[in-house]
Every structure is written in C-alpha cells, then in structure tokens.
C-alpha cells in the first residue's frame, strides 16, 4: 500500500511539474530572448511608455468601477435566494466564454457611435470609441466576472453569526457590511480584483474593436508585431510580463503581510 501511494505521489508530482514547465518555459525563454539593450530602447520609445500608461490606467480605473458595481452583486449572489438566480450567475460569467472579439462587437453595439447607449451620451459629450472611456469599459466587460466569482465564494464562506451578534448588538446593515462581513472577506474580494486587473490589461479583443486607440500594450504588440516582426513586438511584450509580475508579487505580498 505504501509503495503504491509514493508511485500516485511520484505521477501526479510529475504532471504537476509538466504544467508548471508549460506555463514557464514560453515566458523565460521570451524574457531570456530579450537583450537589456532591446528592453531599454523599448522603455526610451515614447509611443511604448504611453501605451504602458494607458494599460495601468485603464486596468485600475476598470478594477475600481468593478469594485463598486461587482462587489455588491456578489454579495447578493452569495446571501440571497431569487428567482432566476440561477441565470443570473450564468449570466455573470458570460464574458468569460464568448469570444472576446464577439464581446468587442456586442459592446460597439452598444457603446459604438450609433449605439443603443453611445449615441445618447455623444450628445452629452460622452464618447466611447478610440477613446479611454472605450479601453476602460472593454476590460471591465471582460474583468467583472473574476471579480463577482471570487467575491461571492468569499462572501458565502463567512459565518453569518457574526453579523447576526453584530445586529443584535446595535449595528445597521451597512456597518455590519462594513466592520464584520467586508474584513471577513476582503482576501477573496482582493483576490477576484487582482484577478480581474490582470485580464483587463491583458485584454485585446474588445479593446481593439472598441477602442483601438489609444493604445494600450496588447494592441501595440499586435502592431508592432504584424508591421515589423517579432524582433520589434518581442521587448514591449517582455516589459509587460515584467510589469505585471512586479505588481502582483507586490500586491500577493501585501495580501500575505496582511493576513499574518
């Protein structure tokens, strides 16, 4: 028996390193590829470090707005019963399946110069298409999601006596929601947000359709890459992967100081 759960050890250890080589291996040799001289005349380029700008921006402009709407829903999802409620979570995770570039079509439509809400807001001087407002709500489309998932896992993880002695104490809802429910669950929130920041500014499909300008990196890439090459794409694409890396160690290391 022993020797048949260290060879069941050994196999799944070894498919576990197989997916940890497949996730690794393309990411080192693409940084590995790229010589300080290529990153630093990528980081010189004016059109790149606005690119990278626009990306960071939009991302946690998007990740904001998602707090406020998803963060809500997921609490409704977790504490309450409804009809449909079923559809609803379905719903929820529809961006996550559809073709992201069928997902850039549909919010043109909606969004777009003649859309059902972006012509109404054009006459309010609200414009969408190649424009920062477009980019943002591109990747929240694509984002909220992740953020309503994890949130709403959290949410229903928490033991509701703990509201229900805080009520009984005096508290209202909101500071019940503020004080006991929210603290409880902010490591799951935190995740879904971080979940969400990083799909928004790896998004490309939605935002290219809706608004190709300006640019954020994964459209730049894409230009770069279909006018030049991969030489030319290859040192902003590993700027990215490093940015990114620095700034979710960063925040999964203040998750981590936090919890301790």
Known sequence: MTSRRQWFTV??????????????????????????????????????LRSIGTTFLAGTIATGIGFFLGVPLAWVLARRQFPAKGLVEGI??????????????????????????????????IFFVDQLAGVVVAMLFVGLPFLVTASREAFAAIDIEMEKAAMID??????????????????????????????????FGAVAILAYHPKIVPVLV?????????????????????????????LRLIANFRRK
């Open 92 to 125: 929820v995770t529809l961006p996550v399946i559809i073709p992201h570039t069928a997902a850039g079509i549909a919010l043109l439509m909606v969004f777009g110069s003649r859309g059902v809400l972006g012509s109404p807001l054009q006459k309010l001087g």
């Open 222 to 250: 894409f230009e770069r890459f279909q006018g030049f090459g991969l030489n030319a794409a290859r040192p902003i694409a590993v700027i990215l992967i490093l940015a990114v890396l620095v700034v979710y160690i960063g």
């Open 11 to 48: 196999l799944l250890s070894f498919l576990a390193s197989l997916a940890l080589f497949f996730v690794i291996l393309p990411l080192a040799v693409t940084v590995l590829a790229t010589q300080p001289s290529e990153l630093w005349m990528a980081l010189s380029d004016g059109e790149v």
């Open 170 to 203: 005096g508290a209202s809802h909101w500071q019940t929601f503020v004080h006991i429910t929210l603290p409880q669950a902010w490591r799951g929130v935190t995740a879904g947000a971080m979940m969400m920041w990083a799909r928004g500014i790896s998004e």
